[in-house]
């Protein structure tokens, strides 16, 4: 990818949280968090050349095996999909191993979810059963968090990783399930992460279909992302359902020999008329090991 000329852009307002309470993904208190949005710009990165150790975030091509509504089946995703995004990572990062720990399926907007909002006779704890776009720019583990996640999902492997040595990362891919017209994902270049700009949070997880497999301990730490004016963000124009994103969550050799950190992320709408119909799409986390 990339372009001989100036990259095109739309200026837009890309979502922060300034909170800094509990996460609890899935509950309609967590969809009533406001956030502080930024007039910036957002750079097509089909016209840049992205990738996961520099920007923290890179394009890659796969036709997906399932297809539509076969993403609803949560067992049918795992039995066939996993293996072809440990491929994929594989093959991006030049890995040994890959291990998919869970995977997260999006296929309701705003707008589906806005009259739970705004219903004051529900609680604030009360579970909801629609899965939309995420507001807010964060990155999904922390550097704690993300031990934490993998002394849940891979304890065997937990003590030898967090002795040091040996390079290892937690790495999402990210894909439409059909070609995005709304709320597209966006990600922060991780070179423009200060450290400062990073607020961790703990996230515990509610039993719902959706949420409670995220990772198989319930508690972690994320962190939420402070507005900086140095920040800059890229989107992926009409992003379609054989392209997907890999972003990077944590990497224990980020800020070493040129590797970059984690990159924040975050849904953000589009400049003019919303389309009706909710953005679909499916994220995949892993456990990426070099060893």
Same mark, same amino acid.
């Given at each position: 990818?990339?372009?001989?000329?100036a990259p095109r852009y739309v200026e837009a307002k890309v979502p922060y949280q300034l909170s800094n309470t509990q996460v609890r993904p899935g509950t309609v208190g967590a969809r009533r968090l406001k956030?502080?949005?930024?007039?910036?710009?957002?750079?097509?990165?089909?016209? #840049?050349?992205?990738?996961?150790?520099?920007?923290?975030?890179?394009?890659?091509?796969? /036709?997906?095996?399932?297809?539509?509504?076969?993403?609803?089946?949560?067992?049918?995703?795992?039995?066939?999909?996993?293996?072809?995004?440990?491929?994929?990572?594989?093959?991006?990062?030049? $890995?040994?191993? #890959?291990?998919?720990?869970?995977?997260?399926?999006?296929?309701?907007?705003?707008?589906?979810?806005?009259?739970?909002?705004?219903? +004051?006779?529900?609680?604030?704890?009360?579970?909801?059963?629609?899965?939309?776009?995420?507001?807010?720019?964060h990155i999904d583990h922390s550097t704690r968090g993300s031990y934490q996640v993998l002394s849940d999902n891979l304890p065997e492997e937990a003590d030898r990783f967090r002795n040091g040595g040996k390079?290892?990362?937690?790495?999402?891919?990210?894909? /439409?399930?059909?070609? #995005?017209?709304?709320?597209?994902?966006?990600?922060?270049?991780?070179?423009?992460?200060?450290?400062?700009?990073?607020?961790?949070?703990?996230?515990?997880?509610?039993?719902?279909?959706?949420?409670?497999? #995220?990772?198989?301990?319930?508690?972690?730490?994320?962190?939420?992302?402070?507005?900086?004016?140095?920040?800059?963000?890229?989107?992926?124009?009409?992003?379609? +359902?054989?392209?997907?994103?890999?972003?990077?969550?944590?990497?224990?050799?980020?800020?070493?020999?040129?590797?970059?950190? /984690? $990159? +924040?992320?975050?849904?953000?709408?589009?400049?003019?008329?919303?389309?009706?119909?909710?953005?679909?799409?499916?994220?995949?986390?892993?456990?990426?090991?070099?060893?």
């Amino acid at each position: 990818m990339g372009s001989l000329g100036a990259p095109r852009y739309v200026e837009a307002k890309v979502p922060y949280q300034l909170s800094n309470t509990q996460v609890r993904p899935g509950t309609v208190g967590a969809r009533r968090l406001k956030t502080h949005d930024v007039a910036t710009r957002v750079v097509d990165a089909r016209d #840049v050349d992205c990738s996961l150790d520099t920007q923290g975030s890179q394009i890659v091509t796969h /036709p997906s095996s399932l297809h539509g509504e076969d993403f609803k089946d949560a067992d049918k995703v795992r039995e066939v999909l996993y293996q072809e995004v440990q491929d994929i990572v594989r093959k991006a990062t030049g $890995a040994a191993r #890959v291990h998919v720990f869970s995977h997260l399926v999006r296929f309701h907007s705003r707008d589906d979810i806005k009259p739970e909002i705004d219903d +004051p006779s529900i609680p604030d704890d009360a579970i909801s059963k629609l899965t939309g776009p995420a507001r807010g720019a964060h990155i999904d583990h922390s550097t704690r968090g993300s031990y934490q996640v993998l002394s849940d999902n891979l304890p065997e492997e937990a003590d030898r990783f967090r002795n040091g040595g040996k390079r290892w990362a937690i790495i999402n891919f990210w894909r /439409p399930i059909e070609t #995005v017209k709304r709320d597209p994902l966006c990600l922060c270049d991780a070179r423009t992460v200060d450290e400062g700009d990073l607020v961790e949070r703990t996230v515990i997880l509610p039993n719902t279909d959706a949420y409670e497999h #995220v990772s198989k301990g319930k508690v972690f730490d994320l962190f939420s992302a402070r507005p900086n004016p140095a920040h800059e963000w890229y989107y992926c124009s009409n992003m379609r +359902p054989d392209e997907g994103w890999l972003l990077k969550i944590f990497d224990s050799e980020g800020g070493k020999g040129g590797i970059c950190g /984690p $990159a +924040p992320h975050t849904s953000f709408e589009l400049p003019g008329e919303v389309p009706k119909e909710a953005r679909r799409s499916c994220e995949f986390r892993t456990l990426v090991f070099w060893d």
